[in-house]
């Protein structure tokens, strides 16, 4: 089993910036995808940047790119999301999601079996 803790959400004033912590613990393959996804209130769940394990290539979300740089923590098996220039429109509850094997082109709607409890980024104007 896998476990996925996040941390790092909050509220923040658009244009600022925050960062988000996602560690996963259990029986954790040498190569997974793994990154973040959101949702707002009374939308659908987006994929926002995952991560490939194999060789640290990283997806985007248009909407994200430029703005938000997922990164890898070896020592503690985990990614971090760096998020600047943040706008209104990503206030969401956002979660960190894990699969073995590789991410591919089309990872917004692969299937992610493991899923962290979420949390909160709120942006003010």
């Known amino acids: 089993q896998v476990q996925l803790v996040e941390s790092g959400g909050g509220s923040v004033q658009a244009g600022g910036s925050l960062r988000l912590s996602c560690v996963a613990s259990?029986?954790?393959?040498?190569?997974?995808?793994m990154g973040w996804f959101r949702q707002a209130p009374g939308k659908e769940r987006e994929g926002v940047a995952v991560l490939y394990t194999g060789d640290n290539s990283m997806y985007y979300a248009d909407s994200v790119k430029g703005r938000f740089t997922i990164t890898r923590d070896n020592g503690k098996n985990g990614v971090y999301l760096q998020m600047s220039s943040l706008k209104l429109e990503d206030t969401a509850m956002y979660f960190c999601?894990?699969?073995?094997?590789?991410?591919?082109?089309?990872?917004?709607?692969?299937?992610?079996?493991?899923w962290g409890q979420g949390t909160q980024v709120s942006v003010s104007s």
């Open positions: 999601a894990l699969r073995r094997g590789g991410c591919g082109g089309s990872w917004q709607g692969a299937a992610f079996p493991y």
């Open positions: 259990g029986y954790i393959l040498s190569y997974v995808c």
